[in-house]
């Protein structure tokens, strides 16, 4: 903690923080970390046994599915009734969901979205009174770089990327003048759950699909970039560095060639960058 000075120590430690997706990977990461710097930390997850090393290390363990009404109000109202304030909302839950755009099916793209969107703006929209009440507060939103660029199979995982980068940007706009901070955090490639579950949805491609060649190469190409992704903790420490910046920036990338593919999504053509895609699958 040597980083900040008496205050900055006294203000971290009467900061409460609400984490998503904390049973595993970037959610989990960000848990432990917040928690060893002293902030009072609350992290949520559907599966709460695999929160025991976070409750045992003094991070308070919920059971929270992002789709489910109730158990996100009872989240809220638990950690307001015990701390009195919500200073700040990591919204981490997600998951990916890989397949042609032709054979996904509705129901699948639908719990997609509310998995990736419709959860995370619902807790947005349980948390927000009470920041405006308290005229401070951050909103942290765990996109990805998939949030600029859709790559072949990925269209609905992509679409709901899009949409929380959309729905961010106009939430910033919104609430700026209550004080509260929204920040949109961009990984690229980090080892995570992520990739095993997206891979073991390609091979539930049929193999008469017409997509079948594509979604096997693309499994290659996935388990060969899989040693090179970054460890989940970095992404923890870009967290870190966002809510503790006295102006944070709007967003923040990081994870392996985070950087890179957005440099190159911003300054190729749509055709060029399609080549580019679709080169590495050959």
């Known amino acids: 903690m040597s980083r900040y000075s008496k205050k900055n120590i006294m203000e971290i430690r009467n900061k409460v923080v609400l984490i998503t997706g904390a049973s595993s990977g970037m959610g989990k990461e960000t848990a432990k970390l917040l928690g060893r710097q002293g902030y009072i930390v609350y992290a949520a997850s559907r599966r709460i ?13 919920l059971r929270m599915d992002v789709t489910d009404e109730q158990s996100l109000k009872y989240g809220v109202d638990l950690i307001i009734g015990r701390e009195g304030r919500i200073d700040m909302l990591i919204n981490s839950a997600g998951y990916g969901l890989l397949g042609p755009v032709e054979e ?77 901070d929204v920040i949109i955090i961009e990984p690229g490639g980090v080892k995570s759950e992520w990739g095993e579950i997206a891979r073991k949805g390609l091979h539930l491609i049929r193999e008469k699909s017409p997509y079948s060649s594509m979604a096997q190469k693309i499994i290659d190409f996935s388990a060969k970039a899989e040693p090179k992704n970054a460890e989940p903790a970095v992404i923890a420490e870009l967290i870190l560095k966002a809510i503790t910046a006295k102006h944070p920036k709007t967003r923040y990338h990081g994870g392996h060639m985070a950087g890179v593919i957005l440099f190159l999504r911003k300054v190729l053509s749509d055709s060029q960058f399609d080549k580019l895609m679709l080169s590495q699958m050959k």
């Open 49 to 61: 046994e695999m929160m025991a090393e976070l409750a045992k290390s003094g991070v308070t363990t």
């Open 104 to 180: 996904v099916t509705t129901e699948d793209a639908r719990y997609q979205m509310e998995v990736n969107v419709f959860g995370l703006n619902r807790l947005t929209q349980l948390v927000l009174p009470f920041m405006r009440k308290q005229q401070e507060g951050k909103i942290i939103n765990i996109t990805s770089t998939s949030g600029k660029f859709s790559a072949p199979l990925a269209g609905w995982y992509s679409a709901s990327k899009y949409a929380v980068e959309a729905l961010s940007d106009s939430l910033r706009m919104e609430v700026k003048a209550f004080g509260i």
